[in-house]
């Protein structure tokens, strides 16, 4: 059962772009959202994440929108650059149980 | 270490081979886990530990796959008879009992000959 759901799976986008990720979760109970960045070769590392009492949280270039009443929320990079282009993971849980992840997108920003 | 520590980094083994992996989770870190990440895919959970209760051992694909943390802290990934489709990255990643941050290693890539 899988319990977050991420679109697309792989994205292109411009240098200077907006780059969207989308997720949605089953679970009205999960109450921590967290985005994580992969590169390869390396281990996925948090980059920002959210909780279901605010709807927004930005940090630079990047920014979480929430939206409870629908169960999703995404992930928007503002100027994307090519040293953003790595494979990106959003994930949801409740409390401190273990984290649910999405299947993760690719995000490729050509020079 | 300041970081999730896993070993070996890289492991080459036989069909048919058991195979060990470690984890070194961050020190205080009540919580690990285990994922597999196949090339080019998303991460699939294997198994968690929460300090002294019962894994969540949902994960695991098949009883060929087995884990155990000593005295609440290093883990140990042991892929018994090992099979072709066993080859991906093995994550292991740590968390603070009152915490949701988790926190990865760098894995330990598994191929299987």
């Known amino acids: 059962q899988q319990q977050v759901k991420q679109s697309p799976q792989s994205l292109i986008v411009q240098k200077g772009g907006i780059s969207i990720i989308n997720c949605a979760y089953e679970n009205t109970a999960f109450d921590y959202f967290p985005w994580y960045q992969q590169f390869p070769g390396k281990g996925p590392a948090l980059l920002i994440a959210?909780?279901?009492?605010?709807s927004e949280k930005k940090e630079g270039r990047f920014t979480i929108s929430f939206n409870k009443s629908a169960k999703q929320f995404s992930l928007h990079i503002m100027d994307s650059q090519p040293g953003d282009s790595a494979t990106y993971f959003c994930a949801a849980s409740e409390g401190f149980q273990k984290l649910v992840f999405g299947t993760g997108t690719r995000l490729l920003v050509s020079p | 270490g300041a970081g999730v520590s896993q070993s070996p980094s890289n492991k080459v083994t036989e069909k048919g081979k058991d195979v060990e992996l470690r984890c070194d989770p961050i020190?205080?870190?009540?919580?690990l886990y285990w994922y597999r990440q196949s090339l080019g895919q998303g991460l699939e959970f294997l198994i968690y530990?929460?300090?002294?209760?019962?894994?969540?051992k949902s994960g695991l694909p098949s009883d060929r796959f087995s884990a155990e943390r000593t005295g609440g802290s290093v883990s140990t990934l042991t892929i018994q008879r090992t099979q072709q489709e066993d080859s991906a990255v093995y994550l292991c990643a740590s968390s603070p009992r009152n915490g949701n941050t988790i926190y990865f290693g760098e894995g330990s890539w598994l191929t299987v000959v």
């Open positions: 959210i909780r279901p009492d605010v």
């Open positions: 530990f929460q300090g002294n209760s019962a894994p969540d």
């Open positions: 020190s205080g870190h009540t919580a």
